[in-house]
């Protein structure tokens, strides 16, 4: 069945996202403060609006895709908010990672009109939004989220509900903070094996089939020309940058903070990350904290 959907916020993990919607079949209407991410979605058969409030004004399904939790409240509760622009039937989508107490307090403002709300953080990075193969960790009402099921299929592979308003964003920095002290640790153990003389390919291999066995080592090795197709094997372009995971980790920091949770690795590598993008690294892809760990000359 066709849907009417709005897509607000066409990055390199929205436009993809918004991308896969149109080739779904789905009527896509979209905007961004970017003319030419717009117009490269628009190329794939998506109609542009002049505004968000415009976009939203006659759709079933609002997706919002954006860098941070003040853009996400500037769109849903500023002067010019989308809530009450879009239909009382609508339901609306958030995908950006934020915290969750700002997940909540869209959530409630939402369904305080009567409107269906779920915070859908993704995984899988902008290859995965290319592929249309993310996972979407969902925090909402069982009705929302099954409303929002069909339509994040379009885009996803692994769709998770992880409980209440917020705790898809909750779910998604946890994942997030472990995948940071992964990749740390991974690029340690890589580097140490360097220097004292190991082939990181082979290195890679003993642990791929050993007890050091992760995700890293599986499908994002961030040792430079152990693995095809990934960012270390492309001067560390493309995929997930560095200041974005410390984003996720200062939003991990700040939940445990209010908890009270012990998180010393994540401190750990919090630490390594901001570190590391103080050196000139924001925009390389999180794997190259390998290069932090390198001898140099």
């Not at 949770?261 to 590391?276: E, G």
Request: glycine share 10%.
């Amino acid at each position: 069945m066709l849907t009417k959907i709005a897509f607000i916020g066409l990055g390199n993990m929205g436009g993809p996202m918004a991308i896969n919607l149109v080739k779904s079949g789905q009527d896509v209407t979209v905007f961004d403060l970017v003319e030419s991410a717009v117009a490269s979605v628009c190329k794939e058969g998506a109609k542009k609006a002049d505004s968000a409030i415009q976009a939203v004004k006659d759709v079933d399904v609002v997706v919002s895709m954006l860098p941070a939790a003040a853009h996400v409240k500037a769109l849903y509760l500023g002067d010019n908010g989308i809530i009450n622009a879009s239909k009382p039937n609508t339901l609306l989508i958030d995908s950006s990672t934020i915290d969750a107490d700002t997940a909540k307090l869209i959530g409630e403002a939402v369904t305080s009109t009567g409107r269906a709300f779920v915070d859908a953080p993704v995984s899988g990075g902008v290859a995965g939004a290319k592929a249309g193969t993310l996972t979407f960790i969902m925090g909402g009402e069982v009705e929302a989220v099954s409303q929002a099921t069909p339509i994040l299929q379009c885009m996803g592979k692994n769709l998770f509900h992880a409980g209440s308003t917020g705790a898809g964003q909750i779910a998604k920095i946890c994942n997030n903070m472990l995948l940071a002290v992964l990749m740390s640790g991974t690029s340690e153990a890589l580097q140490l094996a360097i220097d004292n003389g190991l082939d990181p390919k082979v290195m890679s291999d003993i642990m791929l089939q050993s007890s050091g066995c992760n995700w890293t080592l599986e499908k994002y090795n961030p040792c430079p020309g152990v693995m095809e197709g990934v960012p270390a094997s492309n001067n560390y372009q493309g995929g997930f940058m560095v200041k974005l995971m410390n984003k996720d980790l200062s939003l991990a920091m700040n939940a445990a903070a209010v908890t009270g949770s012990a998180t010393p690795m994540a401190s750990a590598a919090q630490n390594l990350y901001r570190l590391h993008q103080n050196r000139g690294n924001a925009d390389k892809d999180f794997s190259s904290i390998f290069t932090l760990f390198e001898r140099k000359p």
